[in-house]
């Protein structure tokens, strides 16, 4: 189990604003990221999606995801700046994002301890596992993260799964021949369960996912000694709508490989 020191709290910028998206349209979100991601400030930006597919920056879709499956099922299939695999979004899962400067190792799992912290604080067990990923005891995930750097920036984000449609999520990510491009990089598979369920397991009364994202919100600004949350102007809305359309709803962005 992965403990949250006080000593640890020091190595989080204390200036970090926190941004909680407008938005559920995915293709808005990973365009905030990016917008974010070029702003020379640190954030802390969370997101709840539509139900959604979000690939990894060097994956294949036709390698990761069943398409059949998601047009019946009016789930979009968006692919993200970060490297690594092909993760299920919908409205019952939490999505976080920690964006600012490069530190000295910036690929460590360091980037968790804000999340572990908070999840502590709601008496929700969780460990780090050896892809950066966060699991329930008894091995299941409920938490898998990819990282972007570039240009003196970094990027970590991940996803948290509370009440998420686990029957979409597995037949989404489950396609008829995982190999047809062999230069793509593949996903890797883990069990996966819901931090409702868990919590139903231990003979504790979940929150609703609204009542958890709240208290998830609530516990992040007193981590970062955060006094209110940071809304996106009208000037930036307006550039993350120009990516979001111009990148992030193209086709030939989404599945470019």
């Not at 990282?147 to 990510?173: D, I």
């Not at 006094?227 to 102007?233: C, V």
Request: with cysteine; hydrophobic share 40%; aromatic share 12%.
């Amino acid at each position: 189990m992965t403990f949250v020191s006080p000593l640890m709290l020091d190595k989080f910028n204390l200036n970090t604003k926190l941004i909680f998206s407008p938005s559920t349209v995915p293709a808005f979100n990973l365009a905030a990221e990016e917008y974010l991601f070029s702003v020379r400030e640190d954030y802390l930006f969370l997101y709840v999606n539509n139900a959604s597919v979000i690939v990894g920056y060097n994956q294949a879709v036709v390698n990761e995801v069943d398409m059949d499956f998601c047009i019946e099922k009016d789930i979009r299939i968006i692919r993200r700046l970060s490297g690594g695999g092909a993760v299920y979004h919908d409205s019952g899962n939490l999505n976080y994002a920690f964006i600012s400067d490069k530190k000295e190792m910036p690929l460590s799992a360091d980037f968790l301890l804000p999340v572990i912290h908070v999840l502590q604080q709601l008496n929700i067990p969780v460990e780090t596992g050896k892809r950066k990923d966060l699991w329930l005891p008894g091995g299941y995930k409920v938490s898998g993260t990819a990282s972007h750097v570039s240009k003196g920036r970094e990027l970590h984000h991940g996803t948290l799964l509370y009440e998420s449609n686990l029957e979409h999520l597995k037949r989404s990510l489950s396609p008829e021949k995982r190999n047809l491009i062999t230069k793509a990089t593949a996903s890797v598979p883990s069990p996966v369960k819901n931090i409702s369920s868990f919590l139903k397991e231990e003979k504790r009364n979940p929150f609703s996912f609204r009542e958890f994202v709240k208290r998830f919100v609530d516990e992040s600004m007193k981590y970062f000694n955060i006094a209110g949350l940071t809304s996106f102007s009208p000037a930036e809305v307006e550039a993350i709508e120009t990516l979001q359309r111009e990148k992030y709803s193209q086709r030939t962005w989404n599945y470019k490989m």
